[in-house]
């Protein structure tokens, strides 16, 4: 391995659970598996998938590969029973920097609308990050397979993890994999534009500082091998858990299960429908009807956290019950943040729906 100077640790997370969020654990796992052929020994990978966390420490002259994949709306990354929002990553990753908990650190993130957890990383620091999508965007599940009745993997991790098996980390920088990455994502998905922040002095680094290097790998064999590598179904992660249930029901055989599985999707819908009813209704009483047709870039990330997390605890709790609050939502919150109200006039919007709407 090339870096001599400290130990190179990888963090591996896939925040979701459940079937229909089957891409991201595979994501996770397939990521595992090449950096561990490229030398990176098992105590010096930290894989977190539901109920499967593991702990390292880190050293001042150590790099930081973290990889994470679940979903995502502005200024938010879900985890299965908790919320990550974007200032609280941003002010952890930089307080680690600051106590020279690390020498670099490279975040990629798999999620919709990446882009707003990491656009905050300050462009001098020790630490660079590449998004799956930008800030407005959703991201894109692909490779459906039929069997399964899964999608087995994201559109951007499936390029990043493809481009590190075929190529000599040694003599690939940060910079080959992005442009690599992007050109792409983009091919398939003129929706998506993966994007990178914080330090791009970084960008000349060798992918072989935070992935590793093995003699033993024969990456020109799987360059050969690989050479007819394309994505198929390719759908907007919003869309899969529909189309999974929407396959469920046409497969299934039994009257009794076929009917029942119906009502699994009709009240999904159901709950959708509601979800649209309390933003409409908050936005009343905020006077900012706009709020539901504008897609206003988010600023204001704190101000977001607070009125996200209060609807969340008081409202609905999308931690417990995954698919019901969309990006669409979100984005209502984000427009009414945006707009120039107080946080307390929102959130006190929030407190007189919620006596109103049940779901």
Request: hydrophobic letters at 35%; aromatic letters at 12%.
């Amino acid at each position: 391995m090339e870096n001599t100077n400290g130990k190179q640790w990888v963090l591996l997370a896939a925040g979701s659970k459940d079937w229909e969020n089957y891409r991201h654990q595979a994501d996770v796992c397939h990521a595992y598996q090449v950096v561990r052929e490229n030398g990176i020994p098992d105590d010096q990978i930290v894989v977190m998938m539901y109920d499967d966390i593991a702990y390292n420490e880190d050293g001042p002259n150590d790099s930081i590969f973290i990889y994470l994949s679940d979903h995502g709306s502005h200024g938010i990354f879900h985890f299965p029973n908790s919320t990550l929002y974007a200032p609280d990553l941003i002010d952890t990753v930089k307080e680690m920097s600051r106590k020279d908990k690390f020498s670099q650190m490279v975040i990629y993130m798999e999620a919709c609308h990446a882009g707003s957890m990491l656009e905050e990383l300050p462009r001098l620091g020790n630490v660079y990050a590449v998004a799956a999508s930008n800030p407005d965007q959703s991201s894109y599940a692909c490779f459906y397979d039929k069997k399964r009745n899964a999608y087995l993997a994201d559109a951007f991790t499936a390029y990043w993890l493809h481009h590190t098996k075929k190529i000599d980390l040694r003599e690939t920088t940060l910079q080959d994999q992005f442009n690599y990455i992007k050109e792409n994502v983009t091919k398939w998905e003129k929706n998506q534009t993966p994007c990178n922040y914080g330090n791009r002095s970084m960008l000349q680094t060798p992918l072989s500082e935070f992935l590793g290097w093995s003699p033993d790998y024969e990456f020109k064999d799987y360059e050969f091998k690989s050479r007819n590598f394309d994505l198929t179904s390719v759908v907007e992660s919003t869309n899969v858990p529909l189309l999974i249930q929407q396959n469920r029901i046409r497969k299934e055989q039994n009257h009794r299960r076929k009917q029942s599985l119906k009502r699994q999707y009709n009240e999904l819908q159901r709950k959708r429908n509601k979800m649209n009813e309390a933003m409409q209704e908050i936005s009343k009483c905020c006077a900012r009807d706009g709020a539901l047709r504008e897609t206003l870039e988010v600023t204001r990330l704190y101000e977001l956290k607070v009125v996200a997390e209060h609807f969340r605890t008081t409202v609905f709790n999308w931690d417990e019950e995954a698919f019901v609050f969309t990006l669409s939502h979100q984005q209502v919150l984000v427009n009414l943040c945006e707009c120039g109200l107080e946080v307390e006039s929102i959130t006190a919007a929030i407190d007189r729906v919620r006596q109103r709407i049940q779901f």
